[in-house]
Structure formats: C-alpha cells, structure tokens
C-alpha cells in the first residue's frame, strides 16, 4: 500500500527506481587504460627530459672544445711572448743615454740644492757672491735672477732663481 499512495503523492512520476544508490557498483579509478595513460605521460616526460639533457650536453661539449683550443692557443702565445722576453736585450744606446741623463739631473740636483742653501751661499760683499756664483756655474743651469737681502748690512744672501 505505501506504493501506491507514493504513486498517488507523485502523480508525474512514471516509472519507480527501485535500485538504491548502496546497490550500484563502484567506480574503479585505477582502471588499465588510466594506468597506461599515466605511464605513457611519464614515459613522454623522460623522454623530454633524456633529449633536452642531451642537447644540453652537446652544447657544453662543444663550448667545452672551443674554451680548450682558445686555451692552448693562449698558452701558446704566452710560451712565445715569455721566450721573446727572456731574449730580450738592452740597446747599449739607450742605456747609455738613460745613464747620462741620470748623472745630469743628479748633478742639476745637487748644484740646485747647494745654491738654494741659505747656510752656504751666505757671502760677505758683492764681489765675494759673484765670486761664490761663478764657482758653481754649470753651463746647463742658466741664471734668470738674483735677489740680494740685507743691502745695507755686513753679509747678504743670494737666492738663485734656475730656467
């Protein structure tokens, strides 16, 4: 009787499920197909990622072999370049000069230093500084100007102004 009075309740329903839903079967989600779909996705991602490392080996390779021929080649050109070095001379003339030049400017050196020395240019009287001066005449050394202090007192020193 309670179906019919469920047939009576529902008068737009024309059929009556009487499967329940504990009854129905259950979805199996690790089916094969699904397996071997999954397998064939991890089996493409290897295989993506076997060929990009490959690739990327075969690039570093040949960097690899163009770093080392640049590298011998620079190791060669640093033998040559040290050899030439270790062969390398002197020119006799250029030393000579070097040298001639340096015992010049030590001589200006000291003759500048003895005549811009208050303590020893001091001179009692004009004829005893032209004295003095024309004692330490260099002929590289011209005078430009002489200033002569203390004019009216016993001594006067000479300042020398060299070109």
């Known amino acids: 009787m309670s179906v019919?009075?469920?047939?009576?309740?529902?008068?737009?329903?024309?059929?009556?499920?009487?499967l329940q839903p504990e009854l129905l079967p259950e979805k199996v989600t690790l089916t094969l197909p699904r397996v071997v779909i999954v397998w064939g996705v991890f089996f493409l991602a290897m295989l993506a990622w076997v060929l990009q490392a490959n690739y990327t080996q075969q690039n570093l390779k040949e960097k690899l072999s163009v770093l080392q021929q640049e590298n011998s080649k620079h190791t060669d050109e640093l033998s040559l370049l040290t050899a030439q070095l270790a062969a390398r001379k002197v020119d006799r003339q250029l030393a000579d000069k070097l040298e001639t030049i340096q015992l010049l400017m030590s001589n200006k050196?000291?003759?500048?230093?003895?005549?811009?020395?208050?303590?020893?240019?001091?001179?009692?009287?004009f004829s005893a500084a032209?004295?003095?001066?024309?004692?330490?005449?260099?002929q590289d050394i011209r005078l430009e100007s002489i200033n002569i202090n203390n004019i009216h007192g016993v001594g006067f020193k000479l300042e020398?102004?060299?070109?």
């Open 130 to 138: 032209m004295n003095d001066l024309a004692k330490l005449h260099h």
């Open 4 to 18: 019919n009075t469920a047939l009576n309740n529902s008068a737009n329903k024309l059929s009556i499920n009487l």
């Open 160 to 163: 020398l102004n060299e070109k």
């Open 109 to 125: 050196q000291a003759l500048h230093t003895k005549l811009t020395n208050p303590n020893k240019t001091y001179a009692a009287g």
